[in-house]
């Protein structure tokens, strides 16, 4: 059973667009959500993170959004650049056990 | 701070045979994690060590080992290898419950 489902799949935004991606998790013990950034031939790179004790983060021009009633979390990219044309995972684990979950990924191109 | 390291980069190994994978976490990181990422997936949890022992493991077989070292270095060990272990293997490291960082991998191809 894949504990965390993330669409979509691939994503085309013009430049200075809103990006959104969306994930959606089953395990309620879950209480740490990042969200990575990987290019190709890279590790992925954390991004940005939130705890369900909140509904939104935001740094800079990335922001996520959590429904925890919904088990659904979000991750928004504000006036997207073609440098942020990469691959995107959502994670999800419990937070004393850094034994992350991964979505599928969204592979994301902004054309300039 | 040269972050977490892995080596070596790309490895081409023939079916059977055995491979070992290195990892050196960031400065003053004492857990390393080791993931599986098969091409256009995201990265599958194989397991994570903390103060040298096994602390949890994922749906992978025992031909996954690994070890991890007094200085917190790991290793990744697979024997008995399949065309569908080619994967880019991923090594992350932390300081207790803090976020995790990841090194960029080393590229395995199995023919």
């Known amino acids: 059973q894949q504990q965390v489902k993330q669409s979509p799949q691939s994503l085309i935004v013009q430049k200075g667009g809103i990006s959104i991606i969306n994930c959606a998790y089953e395990n309620t013990a879950f209480d740490y959500f990042p969200w990575y950034q990987q290019f190709p031939g890279k590790g992925p790179a954390l991004l940005i993170a939130?705890?369900?004790?909140?509904s939104e983060k935001k740094e800079g021009r990335f922001t996520i959004s959590f429904n925890k009633s919904a088990k659904q979390f979000s991750l928004h990219i504000m006036d997207s650049q073609p440098g942020d044309s990469a691959t995107y995972f959502c994670a999800a684990t419990k937070y004393n056990f850094n034994k992350f979950y991964f979505g599928s990924g969204t592979k994301l191109n902004v054309k300039p | 701070d040269a972050g977490v390291t892995q080596s070596p980069t790309h490895l081409i190994k023939t079916r059977g045979q055995q491979v070992t994978l290195r990892c050196s976490p960031k400065?003053?990181?004492?857990?390393v994690s080791w993931y599986q990422q098969a091409l256009g997936q995201g990265p599958q949890f194989i397991f994570q060590y903390y103060e040298e022992e096994e602390r949890q493991r994922g749906n992978f077989p025992d031909r996954f080992s690994g070890h991890q070292f007094p200085n917190y270095s790991s290793e990744l060990n697979v024997n008995a290898l399949l065309l569908g272990d080619s994967a880019l293997y991923l090594c992350a490291s932390s300081l207790g419950q803090a976020e995790a960082f990841f090194g960029q991998g080393t590229r395995l191809t199995v023919v």
């Open positions: 400065s003053g990181h004492d857990t």
């Open positions: 939130i705890r369900p004790d909140v």
